[in-house]
């Protein structure tokens, strides 16, 4: 079960070239008028960043995420400086500088994700914030996964706790646990609406890296199903709520939009993107390992793309030069700066609307 998977010469430039816009549609509207503009470019040679090595499960950086005020992005691998393997290692990177801390605990604990001001990690104590000193500890199992909320103070949380797997909605305001009925399955996604409602993409294990799908469930913030979805073709890895949370983005082999009020698919497109994020009513981005793209988020079709140079390492295996270069991305909460990493740099986008 996965967990939540300065040099004396600043390694962060002003990043001006590397990113070629490209329409892919015609056509002046609110969705072809969204602009991604580069900021900063962190390489991670001389950084304090650790490289990226590939081993049999992938690449090692493992997480990519913004803290909720978007001041830091944290940078998750699972190797060391000298490219060793071994337990999940944080490193923040200051947005607005570029500056870069290491935030390995010393105490054993795992980091989980990033929550308002900073990492969150999971030990015998449960669940912490050491930077947030009004984060309430909760108590977990043996290994979880955590998933949490851009808009609301809740969590969606799957424990394991000897060969029982639990999942519950978590209020980090008053520690209130709410049980999802899913026994025997755990989330492979999770996805947030602004209204409270939740998306969990139910999976079962299998002997290899992927994960057999077992449908996708719709929840109201007080744990009630709203909608069922039936399985998809292989296991979710990336689910959106879109249109202000009335429709619902899924990828297995293809992209699907799905209407929440009658369950039916309004739209659907021949992509898998690793990444897709909405944008509000009239965008959302994704990228495919290898390019991103601009979406009309009604039809699903991208409307714009932009390449970035992300060289994949001549000596990679064919399997991981197929994916390209694009590994993680994260969008911060505000949906203006995109952040991407390759195997050499972490990308700082900003992303506009056109005048």
């Not at 991103?292 to 970035?308: C, G, M, N, S």
Request: hydrophobic letters at 45%.
């Amino acid at each position: 079960m996965s967990r939540f998977c300065f040099g004396a010469v600043p390694a962060c430039v002003l990043f001006l070239a590397g990113v070629t816009p490209a329409q892919a549609a015609p056509g002046d509207t609110p969705t072809a008028s969204r602009e991604i503009v580069p900021v900063r470019k962190v390489a991670l040679e001389g950084s304090g960043l650790p490289p990226i090595v590939v081993h049999r499960s992938g690449p090692s950086l493992v997480r990519l995420d913004f803290q909720g005020d978007s001041k830091r992005l944290f940078f998750v691998s699972n190797v060391d400086a000298a490219g060793r393997v071994g337990r999940w290692r944080p490193h923040a990177i200051e947005v607005a500088t570029g500056a870069v801390a290491d935030h390995t605990p010393s105490d054993g604990t795992e980091y989980v994700g990033a929550a308002e001001h900073g990492p969150l990690f999971a030990g015998p104590d449960g669940l912490r914030a050491p930077d947030d000193p009004e984060f309430p500890a909760i108590a977990l199992g043996d290994r979880a996964d955590v998933f949490l909320s851009p808009h609301t103070p809740h969590a969606v949380v799957c424990e394991l706790t000897g060969r029982s797997l639990k999942t519950s909605i978590v209020d980090l305001e008053t520690r209130k646990a709410t049980p999802v009925r899913m026994p025997g399955h755990h989330a492979s996604a999770v996805a947030f609406a602004p209204d409270g409602r939740i998306a969990i993409a139910r999976a079962s294990f299998t002997d290899g890296p992927d994960v057999a799908s077992e449908g996708i469930l719709v929840l109201a913030a007080d744990g009630s199903v709203v909608r069922r979805l039936p399985p998809a073709t292989r296991g979710v890895r990336v689910l959106a709520f879109a249109a202000g949370g009335a429709r619902l983005v899924y990828a297995d082999d293809r992209l699907h939009l799905v209407a929440l009020d009658t369950g039916e698919e309004i739209a659907s497109a021949d992509a898998a993107p690793a990444f897709w994020a909405d944008l509000g009513e009239d965008a959302a981005v994704s990228h495919d390992g290898r390019t991103i793209r601009i979406h009309d988020p009604a039809t699903l079709q991208p409307v714009k793309e932009f390449a970035l140079d992300a060289p994949v390492p001549a000596d990679a295996p064919e399997r991981i030069k197929e994916r390209g270069g694009l590994l993680r991305a994260a969008l911060s909460k505000d949906g203006t700066l995109l952040a991407v990493a390759t195997f050499d740099a972490v990308h700082f986008l900003r992303i506009e609307r056109g005048k």
